[in-house]
Structure formats: C-alpha cells, structure tokens
C-alpha cells in the first residue's frame, strides 16, 4: 500500500514538474493579447492590465511550494471514455464517484480551478480590492491558457506514449519562444462577450485543444524524421512551420476566452468601479 502511494505521489510529481504551460513569454503574450480585447466600458486601468500580465505567470511558480497546485495547469480528457464519447461531465463530485478521488486529481483538475478563479475574481470586483483583482485576474488567465494548450488536455501530454519524449517543452517553450514575433504579428482584434454557460464554455475550450493533439505529434514526427531525430535549427523551422496556424489561432482563442471572462465575472459582480 505505501509503495502504491509513493508511486501515486511520483507520477504526480513527474505530471506537475513537466507540465509548465506556454512557458513564461507565452502566457505573457497570451495575457497581453486579452489586455487589448479587454471592453472600453470596464475601464481597467493600463497600470492593472500591466499588473496581470506580469503576474500571470505566478501559478506555475507556485507549484515549487505548494503540491496542491500541479494539477490546477492541465487535465487529461481523453482518460475519461464519457469525454471521448461526446458526454461532458461538469461535475467534479461526478467525476470523484466514477473514478475515485486520485485518479482524478492525478488526470488533472484544470477546469475546476479555472471556475474557482472566477468566482474568487467575482468577489474580488465586488470588494473593490485592487490586489485581490489582479491576483484572481492573473490566476483565471494562467489556467484560461493552459485550457488553451493542447498538451495540458490530453494523457499523452508529452508524447511519452508515441515514443514522442520531450514534445511538450519543444512545442510549448522552444519553438514558441523562437517564434514569438510572428505570433505577436498574428494578433488578432475580437469582441469579448458575455459567458453564459461558464463549465460549458470551459470545457468547450479543452475539448478543442484536445481535437488539436494528433497535429502536434504528427507535426513532431515529421519535423524529426527530416532531421534524423535531432532537434536542431531545422527541426523547430519545420515544427512552426506545420503548427504555426494552429499556435497563433489558440493564442488569440485564448485571448479572447480569457477577455470574455474577465468580462464576465465584472458583469456578474454588478459592474463596479474597478480602483486603478
Ligand atoms: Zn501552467
């Protein structure tokens, strides 16, 4: 039973260290990119805007401290048959009774935090507690653009299953921070809206980062059988190259879910003043 557990806590360990989302200059991008979607009628000060972009990284910082926090980055719907089969479970106490507490936790619990943070940010606008906006503000970005990377929504999140190791550093942190210009180039303006149905949308999101799997892999195989498996100048050319449509639309889909929750979260606070 213990060497059970100690495994259990293993895996999670080895889940949550190589799991970082984005790296630090795309969630910076990806936040910077919503701050500009953010609705003129909110008037949220450039000061705050400044703030959550630059603390929209903190989550991922986090994690060294607090073990609890790894498995807020990602979850890896295609475990669960009922997701693959089109039958989205919105309930985290669902979920537990299916398939136990810590399998669960272990497939990752991204949607919940990002519904947390919501509600924290909600209580936050209403307060009127500038720190507490930016924290919550900052925190919903984080797991809004995790939600938004295809590999924090699958189980073969680093292609350990295909014979694919390392893919998700390649992709996430290597090639996007080699190409961060031509993403930035790729921004996209886009109106916000109001979310209604916010697990619904949520879940909505992951389901399309799932669907966007199979391309990075198939994009990771291609690169690397050009190079003979070196992962070398040429290799992350043609890895932009066959996923760069994909990158720059998640990036501005990311944008734009996480400026619509923003939204969302200071309409159902009552559209308060925000302090500046
Ligand atoms: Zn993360």
């Known amino acids: 039973m213990k060497n059970k557990f100690s495994y ?41 805007k400044l703030a ?4 929209s990284v903190d989550p991922d910082k986090r994690k060294r401290d607090d073990r609890s926090e790894g498995p807020k980055h990602f979850i890896d719907i295609d475990y669960y048959k009922e997701y693959m089969d089109g039958k989205i479970i919105t309930s985290l106490d669902t979920l537990k009774k ?5 399998a669960v936790v272990k497939e990752g619990i991204l949607p919940w935090a990002t519904e947390d943070s919501y509600s924290k940010l909600i209580g936050a606008f209403k307060s009127g507690n500038k720190d507490e906006i930016i924290l919550y503000a ?20 680093n292609g350990q299953l295909t014979d694919q190791k390392g893919i998700h550093s390649r992709y996430e942190i290597d090639m996007v921070d080699d190409s961060l210009n031509a993403i930035k180039n790729g921004f996209m303006l886009q109106n916000p809206f109001y979310v209604k149905d916010l697990s619904g949308y949520i879940f909505d999101y ?16 291609y690169s690397s059988g050009k190079t003979d498996g070196k992962f070398n100048k040429e290799y992350y050319r043609l890895l932009w190259l066959k996923t760069k449509y994909i990158t720059i639309n998640e990036f501005n889909f990311g944008a734009l879910s996480l400026a619509s929750l923003i939204y969302s979260a200071w309409v159902d606070a009552g559209k308060p003043k925000i302090p500046d």
């Open 8 to 48: 259990v806590i293993a895996l999670l360990l080895v889940h949550s260290i190589l799991i970082y989302g984005w790296g630090d200059k795309g969630h910076k991008t990806i936040t910077l990119f919503a701050m500009k979607l953010i609705p003129q009628q909110m008037y949220l000060s450039e000061d705050m």
């Open 98 to 102: 299916l398939y136990g507490e810590k």
């Open 206 to 221: 992951i389901m399309e980062s799932n669907s966007y799997v199979e391309m990075l892999l198939s994009a990771d195989k």
């Open 138 to 157: 900052s925190d919903l970005a984080h797991y809004v653009e995790d939600g938004h990377q295809p590999l924090h929504a699958t189980v073969n999140y």
């Open 52 to 55: 959550i972009i630059e603390h």
